[in-house]
């Protein structure tokens, strides 16, 4: 349960810093690739085509130090509540596993036996939450790009 309330104050965070980062159209409503005369790109305008966008290192290493570190390092050990040292995951996975695992960690676990493995090893019982800013597929995408650059020593 800890985890899960980690995860909303970190989205409630990432949240307040996205609003100020968005373009703003006529009206001050946030800009889209859909509204005329928007200056956003894909990746700002959400949706499929930030799935396609360029990922941004950045973004997901901001993302990784806001939500992430609450459980993971970025070397090879294993965090205080049993989460795996993040140095060389992308090695160990793709990055359609790693985009399939952030999305749903728990669901991900029932039909695939990596995940469930990994799920079952935590020495305390506990299971990567379901967290809210995973749910956009531009995030998962930059935290993923932030995760290939954990690499050896």
């Known amino acids: 349960m800890a985890l899960a309330a980690l995860g909303l104050n ?9 609003s100020k980062a968005q373009p703003e159209s006529q009206g001050g409503k946030p800009a889209t690739s859909e509204q005329p005369g928007s200056n956003a ?3 700002e305008a959400g949706g499929q085509a ?3 966008a360029v990922a ?7 993302i990784f130090q806001t939500i992430c570190t609450h459980c993971h390092r970025t070397d090879y050990e294993t965090s205080p509540v049993g989460a795996p ?5 992308m090695e160990r996975h793709t990055p ?13 676990a029932k039909r695939d036996e990596t995940a469930k493995a990994l ?12 967290l809210p800013e995973m749910q956009d597929p531009r995030n998962r995408r930059d ?5 290939q650059t954990l690499k050896g020593d």
């Not at 941004?56 to 901001?62: A, F, L, M, P, S």
């Not at 040292?85 to 995951?89: A, E, M, S």
């Not at 079952?120 to 299971?127: C, R, V």
Request: aromatic fraction near 8%.
């Open 50 to 52: 930030a799935s396609k």
């Open 10 to 18: 970190a989205a409630a965070a990432l949240a307040a810093g996205a």
């Open 96 to 108: 359609e596993w790693e985009d399939q695992w952030l999305t749903s960690p728990a669901a991900f």
């Open 41 to 43: 790109s894909p990746a």
């Open 119 to 130: 799920v079952e090893s935590n020495p305390y019982g506990l299971t990567m939450p379901t």
């Open 143 to 147: 935290v993923i790009e932030f995760l």
């Open 85 to 89: 040292g993040l140095r060389d995951v």
């Open 56 to 62: 941004d290192v950045e973004h997901g290493r901001k």
